[in-house]
């Protein structure tokens, strides 16, 4: 991997965000947004590869290096996607484009659908449009969320004896990954503590939401998206038992061999999705 990466702080007035900013100063500016409970390291992979791109990767608001939000604040998308467009303007970009994996392919999907004037192209990881469900659940998943958020008061964040067992739990999570991209993840992502090691992401991260889209206005955001988008497909990944989604969205799409965290897995994955990204970011 090159090592021509700057570290950064962005002080956005609500919040400060940390990031890592990779590529020419001229360069085509992107934006790139990581996976839930990951952060900038995401990226440390791919976006070397991906030459001429002038790319900054956030952690988002409450993980790896970032502040959390104040007390009695939520993690809602439109919040991530109002802080891209403060760190936009930060860095004076009137357009952008925004490469996401994930829960940050989901923000980059909802902010090019609600101005599209913003941004010049989309290049997706095995994420599309928000979860979705029928207005029928409405007030029982709001019911959930509300007791959920009085229970995390009582709840403490796992510590781990060595740094090593935090990895190995990492790579065991909700979504596997290999031992290599969990170290990646692991680099930013824990913090020492009395007894070992902990996460640095804010426990709020794990509530579930209050509330959902119906699919009629998830899919808006995605007809309303007006510059060119790239979605890659993890053979092993997320979205490939959404075959009646995918079918239809009108995004060019490749599939690639290899687990949602293809991109960060190993080199061959990184490569994969480079290779993929170069010939999407080169055409005119």
């Excluded at 090593?164 to 993840?185: D, I």
């Excluded at 969205?249 to 080199?267: I, K, M, W, Y």
Aim: proline share 6%; with cysteine; glycine share 8%.
């Amino acid at each position: 991997m090159r090592t021509d990466m700057q570290e950064i702080r962005l002080n956005l007035g609500h919040i400060e965000l940390a990031a890592h900013l990779f590529g020419p100063a001229d360069g085509m500016p992107v934006i790139a947004l990581h996976g839930w409970l990951d952060n900038a390291n995401s990226f440390a992979r791919l976006a070397p590869k991906l030459p001429g791109l002038r790319i900054l990767a956030l952690d988002l608001a409450g993980h790896g290096h970032s502040e959390h939000r104040p007390a009695g604040a939520s993690y809602a998308l439109w919040d991530y996607a109002h802080d891209v467009l403060r760190v936009a303007e930060q860095m004076g970009w009137q357009r952008f484009a925004l490469l996401g994996h994930s829960l940050g392919a989901i923000i980059s999907i909802v902010l090019a659908g609600a101005l599209p004037e913003r941004i010049t192209r989309l290049a997706l990881i095995d994420g599309v449009i928000p979860p979705t469900s029928g207005p029928q659940d409405a007030a029982e998943r709001m019911g959930m969320a509300l007791q959920a958020q009085l229970r995390l008061d009582n709840k403490r964040k796992a510590v781990h004896p060595t740094f090593e067992q935090a990895v190995e739990a990492r790579m065991k999570g909700l979504v596997a990954v290999s031992r290599e991209a969990a170290e990646l993840l692991a680099q930013r992502g824990l913090m020492p503590v009395p007894g070992g090691y902990t996460w640095r992401s804010d426990s709020r991260l794990t509530l579930p939401s209050p509330t959902r889209l119906s699919e009629a206005q998830a899919l808006s955001f995605v007809q309303r998206i007006d510059c060119p988008a790239h979605l890659v497909i993890a053979a092993d990944g997320m979205l490939v038992r959404h075959s009646k989604l995918l079918e239809r969205l009108p995004f060019a799409q490749t599939r690639l061999s290899g687990g949602h965290h293809l991109h960060v897995n190993d080199e061959i994955g990184a490569t994969l999705v480079a290779d993929c990204f170069n010939r999407f970011f080169s055409i005119s």
